[in-house]
T-cell receptor
Framework: EAGVTQFPSHSVIEKGQTVTLRCDPISGHDNLYWYRRVMGKEIKFLLH????????ESGMPNNRFLAERTGGTYSTLKVQPAELEDSGVYFC???????????FGNGTRLTVT | QKEVEQNSGPLSVPEGAIASLNCTYSDRGSQSFFWYRQYSGKSPELIMFIYSNGDKEDGRFTAQLNKASQYVSLLIRDSQPSDSATYLC????????????FGKGTKLSVKP
């Protein structure tokens, strides 16, 4: 079984630019989550999709972040415009019906300069 | 008070010893508790979960939960150098089922 895959693995952009991160969950997993870890801090929840619907977006930091999951398969997380404080590792996770346990991808390391 | 607290370490143990990792949490309403292992540059990997007070054993790993003390721990018996990693404690949050609150992690080093 293929795991959760994320693209790209690394991204370096300038402040003010736009970046789109992609996550492909494990096949058949209806639940998809985005988390991020900024340097020196703990991993923090951003949002949760059930299929194509946003179930919980309480962790989204502001309206510069837009997550989509059209068709209920892969998801994208767009940051526009990026700020320096957005730098960190963005993790995607997926799970079957029931919600847990979560299976994480390797993350996308985003650096905003 | 942080929601999930862990000693950042590093915790260093000799090969073959028992490694004891500890975690406290602030929300008494928490129901689900998870231990993830993360190697540098890799994804967090679930190694144990526990929902009820007491001990839960899986191979060399034992998770212990004490809800009255708001304390969860992970014991690794017969520690191996391959166990060297960062161990993350996570607790379910008040949002959706997969809304987990993580601690910063404890870095474990097992010396041959």
């Amino acid at each position: 079984e293929a795991g959760v895959t994320q693209f790209p693995s690394h991204s370096v952009i300038e402040k003010g630019q736009t970046v789109t991160l992609r996550c492909d969950p494990i096949s058949g997993h209806d639940n998809l989550y985005w988390y991020r870890r900024v340097m020196g801090k703990e991993i923090k929840f951003l949002l949760h999709f059930v299929k194509e619907s946003k179930q919980d977006e309480s962790g989204m930091p502001n309206n510069r972040f837009l997550a989509e999951r059209t068709g209920g398969t892969y998801s994208t997380l767009k940051v526009q415009p990026a700020e320096l404080e957005d730098s960190g590792v963005y993790f995607c996770a997926s799970s079957q019906v029931g919600g847990t346990p979560l299976h994480f991808g390797n993350g996308t390391r985003l650096t905003v300069t | 008070q942080k929601e999930v607290e862990q000693n950042s370490g590093p915790l260093s143990v000799p090969e073959g010893a028992i490694a004891s990792l500890n975690c406290t949490y602030s929300d008494r309403g928490s129901q689900s508790f998870f231990w993830y292992r993360q190697y540098s540059g890799k994804s967090p990997e679930l190694i144990m979960f526990i929902y009820s007070n007491g001990d839960k054993e899986d191979g060399r790993f034992t998770a212990q939960l004490n809800k009255a003390s708001q304390y969860v721990s992970l014991l690794i018996r017969d520690s191996q150098p391959s166990d060297s990693a960062t161990y993350l404690c996570a607790v379910n949050g008040r949002g959706s089922q997969g809304n987990l609150i993580f601690g910063k992690g404890t870095k474990l080093s097992v010396k041959p």
